[in-house]
């Protein structure tokens, strides 16, 4: 129950960060916060404490590869961001992100599979 809490309050946390960077001088900074490997950390804990560390490497290998449909995301947001309303941006670069890890997960099965 501690551990769920405190996973909770990081990402309060996070998002408390978030908001104060975004009304800074140096509002951009806000877009390194959510890149924070907080997941990764956990993930590659359990992994490495659980699996082999071949299989710890493949896993950090696929974590390299899931920056092209992070990418993919940014992209579709700054070449929207000016063309459609916001949630319209978003809704469409969530969907790119969704269809480009599909295709990432589908690609990893065939490649290492």
């Known amino acids: 129950m501690v551990a769920l809490f405190l996973k909770s309050l990081l990402g309060?946390?996070?998002?408390?960060?978030?908001?104060?960077?975004?009304?800074?001088r140096?509002?951009?900074i806000a877009g390194l916060v959510p890149l924070f490997p907080?997941?990764?950390l956990i993930a590659h804990w359990i992994v490495g404490s659980e699996r082999s560390a071949h299989?710890?490497?493949?896993?950090?290998l696929f974590?390299?590869?899931s920056l092209i449909p992070y990418f993919?995301?940014?992209f579709t947001v700054y070449?929207?961001?000016e063309r459609l309303p916001l949630p319209l941006t978003l809704g469409a670069a969530t969907l790119v992100?969704?269809?480009a890890a599909l295709c990432l997960i589908f690609a990893w099965g065939r490649w290492h599979g």
């Open 12 to 24: 309060a946390l996070a998002v408390l960060l978030i908001s104060v960077l975004s009304r800074s």
């Open 26 to 28: 140096n509002y951009y």
């Open 38 to 40: 907080t997941f990764a």
């Open 55 to 60: 299989e710890l490497k493949t896993t950090v």
């Open 63 to 65: 974590g390299m590869w």
């Open 72 to 74: 993919l995301y940014l």
């Open 79 to 81: 070449w929207l961001a």
């Open 97 to 99: 992100w969704a269809l």
